[in-house]
């Protein structure tokens, strides 16, 4: 068997927005009313009901399956649906799910913010205005009074790298902008926001744990003897990932961003790593994507011909995320996985992706990378943003016309890995040959 550490927390993730329903005060709740921007014409009106109370069994189903951690988040939109004003009920709302968590057994990994805003924040430009990360602070602060006795873990912002890129250049998401330099300047503004946040919540506990869900994505030059694929494939690992990373453990603004311009306030602003990984891509020099600024990914066959939310992902390969793992060692931080994932297929792909990826974690770590907890995203199906409903990630499928709950394959396998805190040899040989 392959064994992982005494301790390690094993969870599953959630969004608040993803999964509450009746979110009505923020700029995504906004933004899907323009038809066409969701995918069939999908609403986050009820989602997963949680606001009608429904987390309650499904953090029983979490309990059920062994875990003894949940990622969750708290909607900024409703605590402070107006700058200044919180909003009593929302408080008392997340401290009875906070609370819960820890009645069952759970340890609590809350995220403040999760790619959505008040309308209010958005009505005065939202991560392009700097004043963010000020409103930001003040905001982290008071939730960490509110709930910081109940909460050891707390993530401050949600793939901030995933939130430019959508918005400000790629042109999906909220502003729908193709524009590089609005790219870096939220860029800018999101790391300013986290260290803001930070110290923030800090000042209010201490004792808190404090880190961001950074977004890896392993960028390899689809074509090795290609210079100028292999530059594309470093300029979009630089600007993509260890951009922010160099800004948040050396207090500095490393190029694209700036000409090493000090940022002191963001040094050290994080007790751990918190990693999201999905996939990795491979990236060729295309001179006429000049969205992309002249990068084009090449797609792996058999993942799009799959034709779901990772559709144009790159090769699933268990390896690169084995190798990512080890090499964030240089950082001398503790890492947890607050997000690994796939979609239900007609095949066992779940289980299959699931196995494989944990056994990668398991190799890491006997390669000295320091993994302390893993969460897969998600525990349930949900509001998969513009993506609407079409996929379904979760360990348990959501039929979201009776919000009647049933456990996938995926969810059977991970409640023995959970329950032998390990990986066995029969699911290895069946999953991991």
Avoid at 263 to 289: C, I, K, M
Avoid at 331 to 346: A, H, L, R, S, W
Avoid at 387 to 398: A, D, S
Wanted: net charge neutral; aromatic share 14%.
């Amino acid at each position: 068997m392959l064994a992982f550490p005494k301790n390690f927390l094993w969870g599953a993730a959630t969004a608040a927005h993803q999964v509450e329903g009746q979110n009505c005060n923020n700029d995504w709740w906004d933004w899907e009313q323009t038809p066409g921007h969701i995918k069939n014409g999908d609403s986050s009106r009820v989602a997963c009901d949680w606001w009608g109370g429904r987390w309650q069994e499904d953090f029983d189903r979490a309990r059920a399956l062994g875990m003894n951690a949940q990622r969750i988040g708290i909607e900024w939109a409703r605590l402070e649906p107006r700058q200044g004003e919180w909003n009593a009920q929302a408080v008392a709302f997340y401290r009875e799910m906070i609370s819960g968590l820890r009645e069952r057994g759970l340890e609590p990994f809350v995220t403040l913010h999760h790619f959505t805003s008040p309308q209010w924040v958005a009505e005065r430009g939202g991560f392009e205005n700097p004043e963010i990360s000020k409103w930001l602070a003040q905001y982290a602060e008071r939730a960490a009074r509110e709930f910081g006795e109940l909460a050891t873990y707390w993530i401050t912002l949600n793939e901030p790298n995933v939130y430019a890129y959508q918005c400000y250049l790629a042109g999906i998401w909220l502003a729908q902008k193709k524009d590089f330099g609005a790219f870096l300047r939220v860029l800018k503004n999101t790391i300013r926001a986290h260290a803001a946040m930070y110290h923030a919540v800090k000042r209010a506990r201490p004792d808190a744990q404090v880190g961001y869900a950074h977004h890896w994505r392993v960028f390899e030059p689809y074509n090795p003897r290609s210079p100028l694929d292999r530059l594309m494939a470093n300029l979009r690992t630089r600007v993509f990932g260890q951009a922010l990373m160099t800004a948040i453990e050396e207090g500095r603004l490393a190029l694209p961003l700036g000409l090493n311009t000090p940022l002191p306030e963001a040094r050290g602003t994080q007790d751990f790593l918190g990693v999201n990984y999905y996939y990795q891509e491979y990236t060729a020099f295309d001179v006429s994507n000049t969205r992309d600024v002249f990068a084009r990914s090449v797609y792996d066959t058999d993942v799009k011909r799959l034709q779901h939310f990772f559709e144009g992902a790159g090769n699933l390969r268990p390896d690169a995320f084995r190798d990512l793992l080890i090499r964030l060692k240089i950082f001398n931080k503790p890492i947890y996985i607050t997000e690994n994932g796939f979609v239900e297929t007609d095949r066992d792909d779940q289980a299959r992706y699931l196995v494989t990826h944990l056994k990668a974690v398991n190799e890491a770590i006997r390669g000295g990378a320091v993994v302390r907890g893993y969460f897969w995203w998600s525990l349930l199906d949900n509001f998969e943003w513009s993506e609407g409903y079409t996929p379904r990630f979760g360990l348990y499928r959501t039929d979201y016309e009776t919000q009647q709950r049933t456990l996938k394959k995926a969810g059977e396998v991970y409640e023995k890995i959970v329950r032998a805190n390990g990986i066995t040899d029969e699911l290895t040989e069946k999953f991991a040959p």
